[in-house]
């Protein structure tokens, strides 16, 4: 097996794992939806439910896309290639140990899950980083996604911390901690990933010109403030000076993330391949998703605390919209792009359409990829109005909305192998 082959099938192994997780996430979400009745903070189901999508379907598919989007890029090569076997399966054991110990409340699990959890992706993050060592001009690009894996380090750390804490019993002011570990992974890591890899990505796939350089380098800066401002925070723990940096740090994290989206939509605009495909909905929709997260972000900010947790439903709406409202959307939409790319290599003979007449006509795959997309927005509006107001009967609506196009996509993606 060549290398190329090898990172094809790499990323190819990890997207169809993550597909597998996407509607496990959406069953849980369904046979657990009383688990929402409950306060968030320390709801070891919902923690449980939550990294069921963080680490099972959106890292994993990070991980998978990552071997082959990042020297496409950035024009580098994967430091240890041959990492992928070990990392791969020590990352799908310990996180089946680390959500299983969490939903049933076992804390020997908790703690062992989130070690081998850590290992295993330290050992990817570095080999990550030590590629990034081969690139030969920095730009935008290189350093988000620089600052992206950095970010992922102190994420993990912070992640191992809580993980530990259940079993030992060393946990202090976990509140904050928790607070931390979800900025850092979701904002540093992925937010941030997300915008240095599209500065790349979105030009080469519709043939527009980047926004100029200024607005790149302003955003860049606001976010990264913001982000470690937030961290310093930590430090004055219970104090005025506590509240006035983090309140800063996010507002600052906010006002990036919604400059960003400014910039998205002006280059999209400009596109020279005007036509819509149904990754551009799925990225519309992703970012019209983020504004709607960071605008209710923002809003936790003045509303007092003690009013936010007498209607804790805001925090479930507000991770809802985040993760998979945005997140997953973006993902959902980039897999669209990226799978039948990786399948039309490993298997060159092969049109890209013609990979989907085994199950479908291409007029039936463009309708039916379509039906998917307009189950998971009418799922993903309905998931954050009832999550807003926990009405456990639309929660379930919604999640069984979800559950079915996650399978329908599962099958219309895994059918343009055959």
Do not use: Q
């Amino acid at each position: 097996m060549n290398a190329t082959d090898s990172s094809i099938n790499i990323a190819l192994r990890h997207i169809k794992t993550a597909l597998i997780f996407l509607p496990i996430f959406f069953f849980v979400m369904l046979f657990d939806a009383n688990s929402f009745s409950v306060y968030f903070f320390m709801n070891t189901k919902i923690i449980s439910l939550t990294h069921i999508f963080t680490l099972g379907f959106l890292m994993m598919v990070i991980m998978g896309a990552s071997y082959m989007l990042l020297p496409v890029a950035l024009g580098i090569k994967i430091a240890y290639e041959k990492l992928f076997f070990p990392v791969y399966y020590s990352y799908v054991i310990s996180f089946l140990l680390f959500v299983i110990g969490m939903h049933y409340f076992i804390p020997v699990l908790i703690a062992l899950g989130g070690l081998f959890l850590f290992i295993s992706l330290l050992v990817y993050n570095i080999n990550i980083i030590v590629s990034l060592k081969k690139i030969k001009k920095w730009d935008y690009s290189a350093l988000g996604i620089a600052f992206a894996y950095f970010y992922l380090f102190i994420g993990l750390s912070i992640g191992l911390y809580l993980a530990l804490s259940f079993y030992f019993n060393i946990g202090f002011n976990l509140f904050d901690i928790l607070k931390d570990h979800i900025y850092v992974m979701f904002a540093g890591f992925v937010v941030m990933l997300f915008i240095a890899i599209s500065y790349r990505l979105l030009p080469m796939f519709y043939m527009t010109k980047t926004p100029a350089n200024y607005f790149w380098k302003t955003d860049l800066i606001i976010i990264n403030s913001g982000i470690i401002i937030i961290l310093i925070s930590s430090f004055f723990t219970g104090g005025a000076g506590y509240i006035y940096l983090n309140g800063i740090g996010e507002v600052l994290l906010g006002l990036g993330i919604l400059l960003y989206c400014f910039i998205f939509l002006n280059l999209m605009l400009k596109r020279l391949k005007k036509k819509l495909d149904i990754t551009t909905f799925y990225l519309y929709s992703g970012i019209i998703f983020l504004v709607l997260a960071t605008v209710i972000g923002l809003s936790l900010i003045i509303i007092p605390e003690g009013v936010v947790n007498l209607h804790y439903g805001i925090y479930y709406s507000f991770g809802f919209t985040a993760l998979f409202c945005f997140a997953g959307m973006i993902i959902i939409g980039f897999l669209h792009k990226i799978f039948p790319f990786l399948i039309s290599l490993r298997a060159f003979e092969k049109a890209k359409k013609g990979a989907y007449n085994k199950l479908f006509s291409n007029m039936k795959t463009k309708y039916f990829e379509y039906l998917i997309f307009g189950l998971f927005l009418i799922g993903g509006f309905l998931g954050i109005f009832s999550l807003f107001l926990i009405y456990i009967i639309l929660i379930k609506v919604a999640a069984i909305i979800l559950l079915i196009s996650s399978m329908m996509l599962l099958i219309h993606i895994f059918s343009m192998e055959f």
